[in-house]
Structures are given as C-alpha cells and as structure tokens.
C-alpha cells in the first residue's frame, strides 16, 4: 500500500506565499501521478494542480493558474503558492494514482485513489 504525508501550511496573509509538500512511501509504482485538491465545508473538492508520473507535464486549476507550481522529485511533490488570497483558506489534500505511460496528468478527483490526510492553509485578509 502507498501512504502519503503531506507538510507544510499554515496561516499567511492575503498576497503572501506558502509552500505545500508530500512524500509517498510504501509500494510504490515507479508511475505515480500526483497531485493536489483542496476543499472548504459544504463544497466539492476541487482540483487545485496535477504532475504527472515523469514530472514532465503539469495541469492547474483555474483559479490557481500563475499563482501555484506543482514540482516533483522522485515520489514528494511540492506546491508552491504565491499571491495568496483569502479564497484560497482551505483543507489542501494531497493524492495520488498507479499510473501508466500518461502524458498529462490526471484531474478529476475520482482518477485518484490515494489521499493524504489534508493539511490547512488559511490565507487572511
């Protein structure tokens, strides 16, 4: 089985900058996709970034896009957040899936099937 622990987060003002990391351990295929979700109460979790097995390619959320960078080595990746703003105060999850020779990565909550535990960010006004 693979685990993921996710560090990282924090409380930051708005326009401030934080930094996200996870790290996958157990048995690990040599082809995991990764990425990151986040969710505030009553709403859906949302894809926030996705790298993909290589670390090759990247995909980002609309509402992150110039502002969040996805970047992996090996099985951590890491998620960098520039120009914090209160809309982005939320639980952030790290996630995971076997992978196969994929060109982009996944982001669509139910392609992953491995969760971290969340971590919070909140971003104050």
């Known amino acids: 089985q693979v685990a993921l622990v996710e560090s990282g987060g924090g409380l930051v003002q708005s326009g401030g900058s934080l930094r996200l990391s996870c790290e996958a351990s157990g048995r690990i295929s040599s082809k995991l996709g990764m990425g990151w979700f986040r969710q505030t109460p009553g709403k859906e979790r949302e894809f926030v970034a996705g790298?993909?097995?290589?670390?090759?390619t990247e995909r980002y959320g609309d509402s992150v896009k110039g502002r969040f960078t996805i970047s992996r080595h090996d099985f951590k990746i890491m998620l960098r957040m520039d120009s914090l703003k209160p809309e982005d105060t939320a639980v952030y999850y790290c996630?995971?899936?076997?992978?196969?020779?994929?060109?982009?990565?996944?982001?669509?909550?139910?392609?992953?099937?491995?969760w971290g535990q969340g971590t919070q960010v909140t971003v104050s006004s």
């Open positions: 790298i993909n097995w290589s670390g090759g």
């Open positions: 996630a995971a899936y076997e992978s196969s020779y994929e060109f982009y990565p996944r982001t669509e909550r139910y392609e992953y099937d491995i």
